[in-house]
T-cell receptor, first 116, second 113 residues
Framework: GAGVSQSPRYKVAKRGQDVALRCDPI?????LFWYQQALGQGPEFLTY????????KSGLPSDRFFAERPEGSVSTLKIQRTQQEDSAVYLC??????????????FGPGTRLLVL | GESVGLHLPTLSVQEGDNSIINCAYS??????FIWYKQESGKGPQFIID?????DKRQGQRVTVLLNKTVKHLSLQIAATQPGDSAVYFC????????????FGGGTRLMVKP
């Protein structure tokens, strides 16, 4: 069946540009997560949605990062005025729900962002 | 392509041998644990999970062991195959942190044919 999809798969941006990264979760999945993965490290949490509500954004590194999920399905992670330190893989994951039995998070392929 | 984990601990095994990948987790209040496999250029792929009220769970060719006393998690892969070569991450979740996963540093598994 269809998994989590992300687009674009690769993005090269000049420093100072704005970028928008898209995530299509698995159909019917209530919860959606964004993670950032630096080269050679494990993913680090950025933000979490349950349906359209952003319940946790404690991992967003600065106010240049903004995420939305207006209709409770597709989500967009926006980075304004990109900096070189924003270069990383941005991973999206979805799960059925946050409760027992629906906790497993399934990841998309990621968007590889390179800021020059 | 891009390499995941340039400086990760590496486990090298012969094809057909069993592999054991270890992980020390950080929070004694964690109630859910999960293992992911990540191949170069791809997102993490779910392998197996376990809740804190269990100490062992088996899947197809994989077994996860949980030792809460020493906060240790292990992934055993039976009859390791070349296709198992990847970086493996453990992750934990606890209610106090909402539903986010906290990942360990990862281990690279290399399978020699």
């Amino acid at each position: 069946g269809a998994g989590v999809s992300q687009s674009p798969r690769y993005k090269v941006a000049k420093r100072g540009q704005d970028v928008a990264l898209r995530c299509d979760p698995i159909s019917g999945h209530v919860s959606l997560f964004w993670y950032q993965q630096a080269l050679g490290q494990g993913p680090e949490f950025l933000t979490y949605f349950q349906n359209e509500a952003q319940l946790d954004k404690s991992g967003l590194p600065s106010d240049r990062f903004f995420a939305e999920r207006p209709e409770g399905s597709v989500s967009t992670l926006k980075i304004q005025r990109t900096q070189q330190e924003d270069s990383a893989v941005y991973l999206c994951a979805s799960s059925l729900a946050g409760r027992i039995g629906g906790e497993t998070q399934y990841f998309g392929p990621g968007t590889r962002l390179l800021v020059l | 392509g891009e390499s995941v984990g340039l400086h990760l601990p590496t486990l090298s095994v012969q094809e057909g041998d069993n592999s054991i990948i270890n992980c020390a987790y950080s929070n004694s209040a964690s109630d859910y644990f999960i293992w992911y496999k990540q191949e170069s250029g791809k997102g993490p792929q779910f392998i197996i999970d376990i809740r804190s009220n269990m100490d062992k769970r088996q899947g197809q060719r994989v077994t996860v062991l949980l030792n809460k006393t020493v906060k240790h998690l292990s992934l055993q892969i039976a009859a390791t195959q070349p296709g198992d070569s990847a970086v493996y991450f453990c992750a934990e979740k606890w209610d106090g942190a909402g539903n986010m996963l906290t990942f360990g540093g990862g281990t690279r598994l290399m399978v020699k044919p």
